[in-house]
């Protein structure tokens, strides 16, 4: 580690952030703007792979901003965890570029570059406040990526996503400041060394803090009771903006593995758990992931548009992270970790998917509500390769054999059977899997299958006059992403254990 | 001190919780913007202020914090303003916008009348 290689640490917050004011500026020449944009992201995709290479081994470094140290400054913490979402940032940041097209307004390159700032600084920052403001810098690209285009029904999800980020938020900067109350720090390795000598008089603040930024995490993660804004939100977004969102829940989730991690021994660890913190959230995890999972799949049974099924599907693969998170052993945390990524991708594709679906009963680029209700007595015929797009994600999101949402699932059971909470586990897992699997199945028999009662589909548009060929291309990376992880499944659980194990150790 | 500004804190924030439950987006707005205000007397309160000390170093005075206020709550503050002034914004332009498509201000994009607007809009 030495010369300029932990300078890169800070590339991917200030890449985007600098290019994407470039691009505003440059906002009437569209052809700039788009070369910044693919040399962004294409370079952003390079770095987090460095990175990824780089912290393979174990290396894991803090980078001070400004060289001030670390109380004092903010820091960036690189390590593999913080690789991974990198490159998953980065796949889904060119898969969302990808299926925009031309269709986004011209400001969409610069938002999607702030939302990706936004995300990889959540990703790498070592400060409490910090990961705070990062939060703030990708909800306010969120909110105008969401209302890119608007419509009544998407300014109605987005008042109510502002709305309930806004409490987050709030939440968030009274956990942050109890912290401060109590520990005199807000840098997370800082605050973890001074909680470890607490004096008992204030462990109930600590610990009122810390359920609080859980309650706040759990409302990005959409975990049970906090996640009602997710479907409406995610099944009113354009299907590029909802293919970014996709990572927006795991950023969540992130947050609860690194910051209770570290804190409260969330992930138990070798060595002593003897804190009076220890294992703060791991109770609530559990039975909250596994309502969540239950309450996604009996949405995604209930759901009578296909975006918002999709974005059902998205709150079930929130549950079981959740769930997965809360068994707390070292393998159903690397179960997790190989969940985290195969569930962005195939949530993602499964949005492209239903988009072509949409886009071919409404025959242009431009559907309206009507063209994505599951039961709209309109059938998509004689297109085999949308047939065959949705089956190969559906069976992927499913979780159901040649898949990575098979190796994922099966992980997961593996290591659940270790744990006490097994039958839990098991059963909840399994039944909403079938219950997926039903409303799955039910969509695209209604949707490719079922009688035709309206009016009769216009006739096919021939080629990419529906903006079919990046949405395509889009999905093609998608799948291929979680083909590469199910084709080298050994290899990256044996690093993502290695991740789960040393995280408790920063 | 201390009652009191925990009782004004407390008083903001109820009223704040109750604004932003109401049906009207200039209620909704108005309670957002008491919620942050309170959030942000709650950040100041929990950095132990103290009444006439700077939080700037003077000279002769020993650089411990028994001798000043802490500064670092008091940036934090100035950052929380500045984002939840920015983020209220927001909220006013979209609530805005919505009453503009939807002909009411209802939070869920109705009339004035008090029922939802659901036939308006999209499912």
Known sequence: MEGLLPHLAVLPVAL??????????????????????????????????????????????????????????IALAVDRLAAMMLTITAVMGIACRLAAGNEGSRRFDALLLFQLAGLNGAFLTADLFNLFVFFEVLLAASYALLLDGAGAARLRAGLHYVTVNLLGSSLFLIAAAMFYGVAGTLNIADLDARLATLPASDAGLAQVAGLLLLAVFAIKAAALPLGFWLPGTYGAAAVHVAVLFAVMTKVGIYSILRVHGALFEAVPQTA????????????????????????????????????????????????????????????????????????????????????????????SSTPV??????????PVR???????????????????????????????LDAAAATPAHA????????????????????????????????????????????????????????GCGLVMALFAHPSYDFLRQTAAALGAT | MELLLATAIGAITATGIYLALRSRTFELVLGMTLISYAVNLFIFAMGRPVAGRAPILREGVPTTL????????QALVLTAIVISFAMTAVLIVVALKLREVSGGDHVDGGDPAGDSGRERGDP
């Open chain 1, 272 to 363: 002593s758990t003897a804190l009076p913190l220890a294992g703060l959230a791991l109770p609530w995890l559990l039975p909250a992931g596994l309502a969540t999972l239950l309450l996604g799949a009996a949405g995604a049974l209930a759901a009578r548009d296909l975006r918002v099924l999709v974005a059902w599907l998205v709150v079930v693969s929130a549950g079981t992270l959740l769930a997965a998170l809360g068994l707390g052993t070292v393998p159903a945390t690397a179960a997790a970790l190989y969940y985290l990524p195969h569930s962005t991708f195939a949530a993602g594709a499964m949005f492209i998917a239903v988009e072509f679906v949409a886009r071919r009963r409404a025959g």
């Open chain 2, 66 to 73: 028994e001798h000043y206020t802490d500064p670092l709550p």
């Open chain 1, 382 to 412: 004689e297109a085999p390769w949308i047939a065959a797009l949705f089956f190969v994600t559906a069976l992927v999101v499913a979780g159901l054999p040649p898949g990575s949402g098979f190796i994922a699932k099966a992980l997961l």
């Open chain 1, 16 to 73: 985007p952030l600098l290019a994407g004011a470039l691009s505003l500026v440059l906002l009437r020449h569209a052809g700039w703007v788009r070369a910044i944009t693919v040399v962004s992201l294409s370079s952003l995709l390079a770095m987090s792979l460095v990175l990824l290479v780089q912290t393979a081994g174990g290396a894991s470094w803090t980078y001070a901003l400004g060289d001030w140290p670390a109380p004092f400054g």
């Open chain 1, 369 to 378: 509500a009507a063209d994505y209700r599951i039961y709209a007595g309109r």
């Open chain 1, 424 to 479: 839990w586990i098991w059963s909840v897992v399994l039944l909403s899997s079938l219950v997926v699997v039903v409303a799955l199945a039910r969509c695209a028999s209604a949707v490719f299958w079922g009688p035709s009662t309206a009016a009769a589909i216009p006739p096919a548009v021939q080629g990419t006059g529906v903006g079919g060929r990046g949405l395509l291309l889009a999905a093609l990376l998608l799948l």
